[in-house]
């Protein structure tokens, strides 16, 4: 089945402690972005990157890091995570950059 | 003015109705249009595409309008299971690759 998965789905964590949230996607796609979505502020592009290697600032990018080493994987890095980075975050991929596919997001709390 | 902008709602309709949303972007050399659905704490998923003649799906019909810089969704003959929150999105409002949302439109379709 063609899906883009992220993990973990859910996490509470502290301010400052360093955390991942992976992405994958199996449909050979060649361009995968972040967005965080917050009330009444829709969804916000962190990062995107058009291809391995190649990544991109997008509206919002500050207190985030990705990296792109293999097509299929696009984690995002909190190295030190902020009460104002909680928010629903979603992963996406896309053939050409335009038609997107989301992952089921990940509903990040920091404390 | 807002890069993309849409009528946060909400919109209550009743079963059988016709619903049409608007958005505005801010960028006349904006490239590409789309109309995303999301379920309640759901991932967005993609509705259709604004084609630059309009187009057509069932019930659901997306119009662009360059000059006046909006796009419009209507959706005929409202269903239950058309509720939802509508997003409107563009892309290449600063550069070829970058997505950017609207905050969305809540529709309620009531029996």
């Known amino acids: 089945e063609a899906q883009v998965t992220q993990n973990p789905r859910y996490l509470i964590t502290v301010t400052g402690k360093k955390l991942t949230v992976t992405c994958s996607q199996n449909?050979?796609?060649?361009?995968m972005s972040w967005y965080r979505q917050d009330p009444g502020l829709g969804l916000r592009q962190i990062y995107y990157?058009?291809?391995?290697?190649?990544?991109d600032k997008g509206d919002v990018p500050e207190g985030y890091k990705v990296s792109r080493k293999e097509k299929r994987n696009f984690p995002l890095i909190l190295e030190s995570p902020s009460p104002n980075q909680t928010s629903l975050y979603f992963c996406?991929?896309?053939?050409?950059?335009?038609?997107?596919?989301f992952g089921p997001g990940t509903r990040l709390t920091v404390t | 003015r807002k890069e993309v902008e849409q009528d946060p709602g909400p919109f209550n309709v009743p079963e059988g109705a016709t619903v049409a949303f608007n958005c505005t972007y801010s960028n006349s050399a904006s490239q590409s249009f789309f109309w995303y659905r999301q379920d309640c704490r759901k991932e967005p998923k993609l509705l259709m595409s604004?084609?630059?003649s309009g187009n057509e799906d069932g019930r659901f019909t997306a119009q662009l309008n360059r000059a006046s810089q909006y796009i419009s969704l209507l959706i005929r003959d409202s269903k239950l299971s058309d509720s939802a929150t509508y997003l409107c999105v563009v892309n290449g409002l600063y550069n070829n690759n970058d997505m950017r949302f609207g905050a969305g439109t809540r529709l309620t379709v009531k029996p």
């Open positions: 996406a991929s896309s053939l050409s950059g335009y038609e997107q596919y």
């Open positions: 990157s058009m291809n391995v290697e190649v990544t």
């Open positions: 449909m050979n796609h060649e361009y």
């Open positions: 604004v084609y630059s």
